[in-house]
């Protein structure tokens, strides 16, 4: 066990750093050995880590001192920030600073920051309101900002850029909801553009293949999804997957940034960037990348296998 490779993995009971941690499991070479950082190691998502033979320490975003002392004597550490939890692209650019401070004072060997492209290179006109003072997307353009943090502090550094977990189907209330006419839809502003999304778990299957491959990926940028879906597709295979008619509700952003919901500007600007930028933000994600990095690597069809029953569907009538 000493002379394993330990992986620190940040954000170890959420989606990403899940499925990292599955994979270092699973990898039968054992040249990884798991260590799950969490705020609450005593909580149940923690002590049920812990049952797996995983080494849980606690740690908190916003104290380096503690991710420092989490990220001691680790080769690697997956890094990333939440912006859900806060809604704050500052505070998400301040924990990202200390994650980089921690594995620079750690001396890690090789750090994967989970990140995403910043939408303002792209968007330099008024096409979408300016959100949180300084921000278009807010939760895309701090992690960019992010990545300077990584270099600046010499952690040798790769950048995994993802994309739009099929998850939020799930979690996060864009699935399909039903009409006035009683028919089911999913609503994006995307025109006819295709959108990168994945499987959530994917991500961390992917960043481990990164720390597998070692010092060959250091300094490069990698960008990932699973499938390049647009909404008629993702109605399409929806209504496959339900058994039950699901249509496409195409919307201009400004229509969906007035949904009043939380977060609906954002996402609104979110959706545009990507509708508008279909050629660059598709262009940087080759499949084909992502595959030999995870063979494992999910389509939507084949997410939607095993998940479209967790998909909530409303009632009729």
């Given at each position: 066990?000493?002379?394993?490779?330990?992986?620190?993995?940040?954000?170890?009971?959420g989606?990403?750093?899940?499925?990292?941690?599955?994979?270092?499991?699973d990898d039968?070479?054992?040249?990884?050995?798991p260590?799950?950082?969490?705020?609450d190691p005593?909580?149940?998502?923690?002590?049920?880590?812990a049952?797996?033979?995983?080494?849980?320490?606690?740690?908190?975003?916003?104290?380096e001192?503690?991710?420092?002392?989490?990220?001691?004597?680790a080769h690697g550490?997956?890094c990333?920030?939440n912006?859900?939890e806060h809604?704050?692209?500052?505070?998400?650019?301040?924990q990202?600073?200390?994650q980089a401070?921690?594995?620079?004072?750690?001396?890690?060997?090789h750090?994967?920051w989970?990140?995403?492209?910043?939408?303002r290179?792209?968007v330099?006109?008024?096409r979408?309101?300016?959100?949180?003072?300084k921000y278009?997307?807010?939760h895309?353009?701090?992690?960019?900002?992010?990545?300077?943090?990584?270099?600046?502090?010499g952690v040798?550094?790769t950048?995994l850029?993802?994309?739009?977990?099929?998850?939020?189907?799930?979690?996060?209330?864009?699935?399909?909801q039903r009409?006035?006419?009683?028919?089911?839809?999913?609503?994006f502003?995307?025109?006819?553009a295709?959108?990168p999304?994945?499987?959530?778990?994917?991500?961390?299957?992917?960043a481990?293949?990164?720390?597998k491959?070692?010092?060959?990926l250091?300094g490069?940028?990698?960008?990932?999804a699973?499938?390049?879906?647009?909404?008629?597709?993702?109605?399409?295979k929806l209504?496959?997957?339900?058994?039950?008619?699901?249509?496409?509700?195409?919307?201009?952003p400004?229509?969906?940034?007035?949904f009043g919901f939380p977060?609906?500007e954002?996402?609104?600007?979110?959706?545009?960037?990507k509708r508008?930028?279909?050629?660059?933000?598709?262009?940087?994600r080759?499949?084909d990348v992502a595959?030999?990095?995870?063979?494992?690597?999910?389509?939507f069809?084949?997410?939607?296998?095993?998940?479209g029953?967790?998909?909530p569907?409303p009632?009729?009538?």
């Amino acid at each position: 066990m000493s002379d394993r490779k330990v992986i620190a993995v940040v954000g170890a009971t959420g989606a990403q750093g899940g499925g990292l941690l599955r994979a270092i499991l699973d990898d039968s070479s054992g040249e990884f050995a798991p260590r799950a950082i969490t705020r609450d190691p005593e909580g149940e998502k923690g002590r049920a880590l812990a049952e797996q033979g995983i080494e849980v320490v606690q740690a908190d975003l916003d104290d380096e001192a503690s991710l420092a002392r989490a990220f001691a004597g680790a080769h690697g550490a997956f890094c990333l920030t939440n912006f859900w939890e806060h809604f704050s692209a500052d505070r998400e650019i301040e924990q990202a600073q200390n994650q980089a401070s921690a594995a620079r004072t750690a001396e890690v060997h090789h750090a994967v920051w989970s990140s995403l492209e910043d939408t303002r290179r792209f968007v330099t006109d008024d096409r979408m309101p300016t959100l949180q003072q300084k921000y278009k997307v807010p939760h895309f353009d701090a992690k960019e900002v992010a990545e300077g943090f990584f270099r600046d502090a010499g952690v040798p550094t790769t950048v995994l850029r993802t994309a739009f977990y099929w998850e939020n189907l799930i979690y996060f209330g864009l699935g399909p909801q039903r009409g006035e006419d009683g028919v089911l839809a999913v609503t994006f502003p995307l025109g006819s553009a295709r959108m990168p999304s994945m499987a959530a778990g994917d991500i961390g299957k992917i960043a481990y293949g990164i720390f597998k491959r070692g010092v060959e990926l250091i300094g490069q940028t990698i960008s990932v999804a699973g499938e390049h879906v647009s909404g008629a597709d993702f109605a399409a295979k929806l209504t496959e997957a339900v058994g039950e008619e699901v249509r496409y509700n195409d919307v201009e952003p400004d229509v969906y940034r007035s949904f009043g919901f939380p977060a609906a500007e954002e996402l609104g600007n979110m959706f545009q960037f990507k509708r508008d930028f279909e050629a660059e933000y598709v262009g940087a994600r080759d499949l084909d990348v992502a595959r030999e990095l995870n063979p494992e690597l999910q389509d939507f069809d084949t997410w939607l296998g095993t998940n479209g029953a967790r998909i909530p569907i409303p009632e009729k009538g």
